[in-house]
């Protein structure tokens, strides 16, 4: 009886923009598609740092309103001076700021930044904004991930 080792990979393997992996290249709405995919890795990168940096903020302020309310809790965790909290404010200002400069993968992230950009205090140059505003909806015009009848942009 012989044993014979048989190897297998389980690793999988991205097609590439070409559509190499399958032999057949791809149509315009395919690389379209990922071209729109590489930008939403992107942006999902850029939300999370912001996220991270609002949810910590957030937890702060409760930390704080709990240690006043005399939760037994809260006093576990190390007090946080007014600087600290500045400083948190501000890295979360930053990355809010990064994350408006960010391609944006579809409308919905341009209707995002249009609504941040209402707001006061966005963190970054409200002129650069509105020129990655304008990019995007150039990008997404210009690359749509699906063909309409009547000639208009589908996203």
Do not use: C
Request: aromatic share 8%; proline share 3%; no cysteine.
């Amino acid at each position: 009886m012989s044993a014979e080792i048989i190897e297998l990979k389980t690793g999988y393997r991205r097609p590439s923009a070409a559509g190499e992996a399958t032999g057949r290249t791809l149509t315009t709405t395919g690389k379209n598609q990922r071209l729109r995919q590489e930008r939403r890795e992107t942006w999902r990168r850029a939300d999370a740092v912001t996220y991270f940096w609002r949810a910590y903020l957030d937890f702060t302020d409760q930390l704080s309103r709990a240690r006043d309310a005399g939760v037994k809790e809260a006093h576990q965790h190390p007090k946080l001076s007014h600087e600290d909290r500045w400083e948190i404010l501000d890295r979360y200002r930053e990355a809010l700021g990064k994350q408006l400069l960010t391609p944006a993968p579809d409308i919905a992230t341009v209707n995002w930044k249009r609504h941040q950009l209402s707001k006061t205090f966005i963190g970054t140059n409200r002129e650069w904004v509105e020129n990655v505003i304008k990019n995007d909806i150039a990008f997404l015009a210009a690359h749509p991930t699906r063909k309409s009848n009547r000639g208009e942009v589908q996203s």
